[in-house]
């Protein structure tokens, strides 16, 4: 499977939006592309699970090999960043900037910090780095992934262009925000992958957002992910078997039996209630290729997660199948 190299995550809190950023991360590192993680609204997770602090502003090396970086993207330096390149005159980024009720303000009516925060994504893809050699310079980053934040104020960032572009018209918020509209409707540059968890909270949560996408003329997801399925089970050969157990007078069936007859029948609802959810995230995002990935046990660290996760996503993206759906 060919993605671009800005990849954007949503979903709700707590579906495992971070292990989905970096376990892309570790697999797109392993091919030896250069490989950063974006994390936004001041998170800072990557930096505790694999040691060393705090990555900040400025971003590390996560793994000493040049290949997995991470930045946190605090939506004050971004801002700080822009208006200082901007207007270059730092007396007067404090007095309106640094003004606290003057920024509460204008993140309500303009969504800046939303805004800034984008374009410090697209200005991240353009970046290049001269080469140590003399030659010509590359770009810095073969593949940036980009954790947003949870949906709501996720799908705040996502549509902060196209409502600062309707807004101002001209000037350089206008111009910032029609450059990161260009990337964001570029299938070759840019993709959104949508996250969900295997319950039906965080799955609505995932088709409702699914949905105010096309409504609002936003960029659709390229990718569903439906995660916390229970391992593959040989659902085929359980059905049958548990049919011509049900027939048979409970009341007379060894306990041990009756034991695992109730079990199947239970392991059964699970994997149709599952199937449910990934069927509504479908309909909702036909067009989306669907990865299916199983839980994580409470018993691994975060690193281990992203690790396991690595390794099933490997096979999605050098099969462009495996136990994805993308060829249906």
């Known amino acids: 499977m060919q993605l671009p190299r800005v990849l954007l995550v949503i979903g709700k809190g ?100 939303d805004l800034i925060t984008m374009g410090k994504v697209a200005d991240l893809e353009r970046e290049t780095r001269s080469d140590p050699a003399g ?5 810095a980053w073969d593949r940036i992934i980009v954790d947003m934040p949870a949906t709501g104020h996720g799908m705040s960032m996502l549509g902060a262009p196209w409502a600062m572009a309707e807004l101002t018209r001209v000037g350089p918020l206008h111009r910032n925000a029609v ?47 439906l995660a916390g399925l229970p391992e593959p089970a040989l659902d085929a050969d359980l059905r049958p078997s548990l049919e011509v157990l049900s027939k048979l007078d409970e009341e007379r069936m060894p306990a041990g039996l009756r034991d695992a007859v109730q079990a199947m029948g239970g392991r059964l609802e699970l994997l149709d209630r599952c199937q449910s ?14 990865w299916q990935l199983p839980r994580t046990g409470p018993e691994l660290s975060p690193i281990e997660r992203v690790d396991k996760l690595a390794g099933l996503l490997g096979q999605f993206l050098a099969t462009g199948d495996a136990d994805s759906e993308s060829e249906q």
Not at 49 to 60: D, E, H, I, T
Request: charged fraction near 25%.
């Open 14 to 113: 707590g579906v495992g939006r971070s292990t989905l950023c970096a376990a892309l991360g570790e697999v797109f590192a392993a091919r030896g592309e250069r490989t950063l993680l974006l994390e936004t609204a001041d998170a800072e997770v990557f930096g505790g699970w694999y040691g060393g602090g705090p990555v900040g502003y400025k971003g590390r090396d996560l793994k000493g090999d040049d290949l997995l970086h991470a930045i946190s993207l605090s939506p004050g330096e971004a801002i700080r960043e822009y208006l200082m390149r901007q207007v270059r005159f730092r007396l007067l980024y404090r007095m309106v900037f640094g003004n606290r009720p003057m920024r509460s303000f204008l993140d309500a009516v303009l969504g800046l910090s």
């Open 135 to 139: 030659g010509t310079a590359t770009l």
């Open 179 to 225: 450059w990161v509209q260009e990337l964001l409707d570029d299938p070759q540059r840019s993709a959104l992958i949508v996250a969900g968890w295997a319950e039906d909270l965080p799955v609505t949560e995932a088709v409702e957002s699914i949905n105010k996408m096309g409504k609002e003329g936003l960029p659709r997801p390229r990718i569903t992910v």
């Open 277 to 290: 959810f990934v069927k509504r995230l479908a309909d909702a995002a036909p067009d989306a290729d669907s």
